[in-house]
């Protein structure tokens, strides 16, 4: 009897017997009765859901906590509220979407990608602890014990830098003025850069080499002793079998030996050149005067040295003669002290510049093979073309006007023999001069020619000069141009039968490229393949693509990108109708009028008669069925299940999640949520397992999602883990990723926590806008009633839901095609014809499921 609410104990004997026979009377009732009715009581929610509305009488006035309004004024308040909100919205959207009227920008012209591709180059090349921004998903941080694994050494932290080429070894000298280059390109040339979205890229990788430089010695004192040269060994001659970085190549993440740091005690080409280096980027960096002056410091500091302590860093047969060995250190004099003069304004470094003893000694006044030729090893050329720059803008004046017009002098005698009409070097049948005389590498050669005669048409041009004289005769500055151009084109396809012309070079022609290696490091020239290899040095200088090679690339690439002429064309040949505009703007109007009239009358309707009818017929039965259907454990458990199967199906789950947070909240709301979930993206992803070649020829039919997907199986495992979670809380669809992600290189472990991680957002916004519905339920029919404090708590956290959802989905996109612009560059596809290739994937299934998949290998 207990069952029914009686005392077990009955109370006194008399009153148990006096009142038995109403006690038996009572129980055959009970009998009678319907028990599964009165198997729980209901609470007070439930019966008003179960009575329905009752009649209600209407207040007239609405009371706010500290105020007394009107009904009516309260309603008109609310309501204009909301109208201006929506005013404020659409005219927002209006200002975002109007068109403007700016003229179509140029198309992405050749020099742009190859500009792309040449800096894309210093990213594969980098070392060390790499960021996050790298761009090139298949290189991972490498070699980062440099320095510390040689007690030889002072310097500690050799972490950084750039590799030389296709081995690992980093050769400052080499480097440096590939930086100091770089460096100059973009003090001339920052528009183009910026106009080919490369500026912040390009001074990126200027950072990067100009903070490892500053590793390389005690850059916080005035006065030094010593300078590593280089970092690893690459001699493999007298049959040594030591491991080094040519003895047998590989990936410089999988370097384990040891890598020795050299250091120099009197180089002063080495020190000098990277001065210009540091000095040159602090003007690169003049607007973070903190680190301009710290670049300036590390300048002064080095060139001092290398006054102080002559000799050249690669004397002594050491290791650096056979790849990078100096002639002389005369040039880099003249070539730091210019940089240092234009970084500090200090006229000492300009007085060491125009010396002309030093002139003499760096080979100014004598002819020669080499003479007007610009390289890692002279730069004595550039030197001139530099302060020709300052006797033609600034001119200085006594004392230094003879020897800087004497520079100048030589500058147009140099530009001279660059022209075809005269014999100083030779040409190939293509045209392409040969400034090396036959020896390795005659690329790098032609492209620093073309970046002195472009940079100086220049100089020329903005100081109101039109040309220069070559003996009697007179030559534009136009003649200059189409030198760079024309050895520009002619140099991928000049060196041999084996090269291609630009318009030939992967990523320059309308070919579909179907196949392009996921490992590449782009550069303008023929690059030899990385493989474990025996060469003899002098191979390997003859083949291999450097840093410094790319460098060359890239500054006369960046004078090339949007030339004037090609700027004048491209507008020329767009339209110019006024007319069309002027309709086109008034057909938007219209447009944009039409469809505020239809939102408006939409969202009236919506909230006159589709939310009552949504709340009547949809909700409130629902929550009829739930209260009498179900207890809560087993009301868990469907749940659950259409969590679980809704997916399989692809079915959307939000209803399910909604009604999750209706019933059950924040705790145990939650926790049914990724356990259902969970569960549906798991089954979907062992089923698709099953159907991979059918998906996979499905997918066929949609190549960008297609390669949007291949993204997920890219890269590391914390990679696949965040790809997946910005795929879950991105507006593409979950339900066709289950199966779909089952073609890509996904693991199942980032797949299925990446999916975890990606709900939890989705889940706790599903909550609350189910526990809002609840709410505005019980309101609507009188079974609560909304303080002024519950008001505001609901407005604010409905902005909160709104503006969070708003902000994940827009992460989420943009994370998206960020990636996905980083893929399209790291593998070089043409996003318009993308393939998506089916590959031969391990699959791998979890240890502990008892579920198989068939072998796909």
Excluded at 177 to 197: D, H, P, Q, R
Excluded at 261 to 269: G, K, N, Q, Y
Excluded at 712 to 731: C, D, K, L, T, Y
Aim: proline share 5%; with cysteine.
């Amino acid at each position: 009897m207990s069952m029914y609410g009686r005392d077990p104990w009955g109370g006194p004997l008399e009153i148990h017997a006096a009142d038995s026979a109403t006690d038996d009377d009572r129980s055959r009732n009970l009998q009678d009765y319907d028990r599964a009715a009165l198997s729980r009581p209901l609470d007070e929610t439930q019966q008003s859901w179960l009575l329905g509305p009752g009649e209600q009488k209407k207040k007239k006035y609405v009371d706010l906590g500290c105020i007394i309004v009107s009904r009516k004024i309260f309603l008109w308040m609310v309501g204009t509220l909301l109208v201006s909100g929506f005013l404020a919205g659409f005219i927002t959207l209006i200002v975002k979407t109007v068109p403007r009227h700016d003229h179509p920008h140029a198309p992405v012209d050749n020099y742009t990608l190859a500009l792309r591709k040449a800096l894309m180059f210093f990213n594969a090349q980098r070392s060390g602890k790499l960021p996050k921004h790298n761009n090139v998903s298949w290189r991972g941080n490498s070699c980062l014990q440099d320095g510390k694994s040689d007690p030889s050494t002072l310097m500690k932290d050799l972490v950084g830098g750039y590799y030389d080429a296709g081995d690992a070894i980093k050769f400052n000298f080499p480097a440096s003025f590939a930086m100091t280059m770089l460096s100059w390109s973009v003090i001339e040339y920052s528009a183009k850069y910026e106009a080919a979205g490369e500026l912040n890229h390009v001074k990126d990788i200027i950072k990067w080499g100009a903070d490892y430089f500053l590793k390389t010695f005690n850059s916080s004192a005035d006065t030094i002793d010593r300078v590593v040269a280089q970092v690893g060994v690459g001699d493999t001659s007298g049959g040594s079998t030591t491991p080094n970085d040519h003895y047998c190549w590989m990936r410089p993440e999988d370097i384990d030996y040891d890598r020795p740091a050299t250091e120099c005690h009197s180089c002063s080409d080495l020190s000098a050149e990277m001065a210009a280096a540091l000095a040159s980027a602090s003007i690169v960096f003049k607007d973070n005067k903190a680190y301009s002056q710290k670049l300036v410091h590390g300048a002064r500091t080095l060139f001092k040295f290398s006054r102080d302590q002559r000799g050249r860093y690669s004397a002594g047969g050491s290791d650096a003669a056979l790849f990078y060995n100096s002639s002389s250190y005369w040039d880099e004099f003249v070539w730091g002290g210019a940089w240092l003069y234009f970084a500090t304004g200090n006229t000492s470094y300009l007085q060491l510049a125009t010396t002309p003893g030093i002139a003499k000694h760096a080979g100014a006044f004598w002819g020669g093979p080499d003479y007007g030729v610009l390289s890692w090893d002279n730069k004595l050329t550039g030197a001139q073309v530099l302060l020709s720059r300052l006797r033609l803008f600034l001119s200085p004046g006594y004392p230094y006007e003879e020897i800087l017009s004497t520079f100048h002098n030589q500058t147009g005698i140099i530009m001279c023999s660059y022209l075809p009409i005269f014999t100083s070097f030779n040409r190939t049948k293509g045209g392409l001069i040969q400034l090396n005389h036959g020896r390795p590498q005659p690329l790098q050669y032609v492209v620093n020619a073309a970046f002195l005669a472009s940079v100086y048409s220049d100089y020329l041009d903005a100081a109101d000069t039109p040309g220069w004289y070559c003996g009697p005769n007179f030559y534009s500055t136009d003649v200059l141009r189409d030198f760079a151009r024309t050895q520009t084109h002619a140099h991928p396809r000049s060196n041999s039968s084996s090269c291609l012309p630009l318009s030939q070079l992967p990523g320059f022609s309308n070919i579909d490229l179907k196949i392009i290696p996921s490992a590449i490091r782009y550069t303008t020239r023929i690059f030899p393949p990385l493989m474990k290899m025996h060469k003899p040095p002098e191979e390997i200088v003859k083949q291999d693509s450097n840093l410094d090679n790319n460098a060359r690339d890239s500054t006369e690439y960046a004078r090339l990108v949007v030339s004037n002429e090609s700027a004048g064309t491209v507008e020329a040949d767009v339209p110019q109708s006024q007319g069309a505009e002027s309709n086109k703007y008034f057909m938007w109007w219209i447009k944009a009028l039409t469809l505020f009239v239809v939102t408006a009358v939409a969202v009236f309707i919506l909230l006159k008669w589709g939310v009552p009818f949504v709340f009547e017929k949809v909700l409130i039965p629902i929550m009829q069925w739930e209260a009498t259907a179900f207890g809560r454990p087993v009301l868990a458990i469907v749940l659950v299940a259409s969590l679980a199967l809704f997916p399989v199906f692809l079915i959307p789950s939000g209803p399910s999640m909604w009604l999750a947070g209706m019933i059950f909240g924040y705790g145990w709301g939650f926790v049914i949520i990724m356990v259902g979930t969970t569960i549906g993206m798991v089954v979907p992803y062992f089923i698709g397992l099953m159907f991979r070649e059918r998906i996979h020829q499905w997918l066929e039919r949609w190549p960008r999602k297609a390669a949007m997907l291949r993204l997920a199986g890219e890269g590391s495992w914390f990679h696949q883990f965040r790809v997946v979670a910005i795929f879950r809380v991105s507006p593409f669809p979950y339900t066709i990723f289950n199966y779909a992600v089952v073609v890509t290189r996904l693991r199942f472990w980032p797949y299925l926590w990446g999916s975890i991680a990606g709900m939890v957002p989705e889940a706790f916004i599903y909550i609350y806008s189910g526990r809002l519905i609840r709410t505005f339920a019980d309101v609507q029919y009188g079974n609560h009633q909304l303080t002024t404090v519950e008001i505001m708590y609901n407005f604010i956290s409905l902005v909160i839901a709104v503006v969070t959802t708003v902000a994940f989905t827009i992460y989420a996109k943009r994370a998206l095609n960020e990636l996905e612009m980083n893929e399209a560059e790291g593998a070089a596809q043409d996003s318009s014809d993308v393939t998506f290739e089916l590959e031969k994937i391990r699959v791998e299934v979890p240890r502990h499921l008892s579920l198989t998949a068939p072998n796909f290998s």
